[in-house]
């Protein structure tokens, strides 16, 4: 069965960049699905931050669109995230995710907790 | 932009008790294109990610107990937990999807404790 893993480094200097890679394992990422990126702040709710297809096409949360970038490595199986200029608000758990049936999202990762402080 | 909403924050139940809590979308989420409601439930355990419970409103995610149900459409939505067990202490989020372009919001979350 399909497996997710969040990948990337833990802390992320404001005004820096957030990099963070999800490897996709027990199936293929060129299926008939998107993939997803979402974000936890500690103690509060959840955000969606984009999407991918295999293809490379993407759909961005209109509030973070300026500042995010997804790509997909069809070859590694991977596809990854990258958020810019970020502050403190970046500051959360980062989840990967596929996108099912309904576009509900049915494959979480464990997730990553990224740090935004100096 | 699409608001969802949730009632109650939160509510503790005594366990074999039933547990209801509504989900409210700004928007419609029924697609008249193949009449399915957008809107999915999940459950998030203290550490844990959240796990999919319902989508299209109303259809079971395999391997969900069946004393969870969803319903509703259009702009409303209600999940019920039939008899709640202690592993049911959770808290539980409502996700709408909108198309074109694609945006999916979640509402603010409902924590579910025992009584």
């Known amino acids: 069965h399909v497996q997710l893993q969040e990948s990337g480094p833990g802390l992320v200097k404001p005004s820096g960049t957030l990099s963070l890679t999800c490897a996709v394992s027990g199936g293929s990422i060129s299926t008939n699905n998107w993939w997803i990126w979402v974000r936890q702040p500690p103690g509060k709710g959840l955000e969606w931050i984009g999407e991918i297809y295999h293809s490379g096409s993407t759909n961005y949360n209109p509030s973070l669109k300026s500042r995010v970038t997804m790509s997909v490595d069809n070859s590694k199986n991977q596809f990854s995230l990258k958020v810019t200029s970020v502050t403190a608000a970046d500051t959360a758990v980062y989840y990967c995710?596929?996108?099912?049936?309904?576009?509900?999202?049915?494959?979480w990762g464990q997730g990553t907790m990224v740090t935004v402080s100096s | 932009d699409i608001v969802m909403t949730q009632s109650p924050d939160s509510l503790a139940v005594s366990l074999g008790e039933r547990a209801t809590i509504n989900c409210k979308s700004s928007q419609s989420v029924l697609y008249s294109s193949n009449n399915k409601n957008y809107l999915a439930w999940y459950q998030q355990k203290p550490g844990q990610p959240p796990k999919l419970l319902i989508y299209w409103a109303s259809t079971r995610e395999s391997g969900v107990p069946d004393r969870f149900s969803g319903s509703g459409s259009g702009t409303d939505f209600t999940l019920t937990i039939s008899s709640l067990q202690a592993e049911d202490v959770a808290v539980y989020y409502c996700?709408?999807?909108?198309?074109?372009?694609?945006?999916?919001?979640f509402g603010p979350g409902t924590k579910v404790d025992i009584k």
């Open positions: 996700q709408q999807y909108s198309g074109t372009p694609p945006i999916f919001t």
């Open positions: 995710v596929r996108e099912g049936v309904g576009a509900a999202f049915d494959i």
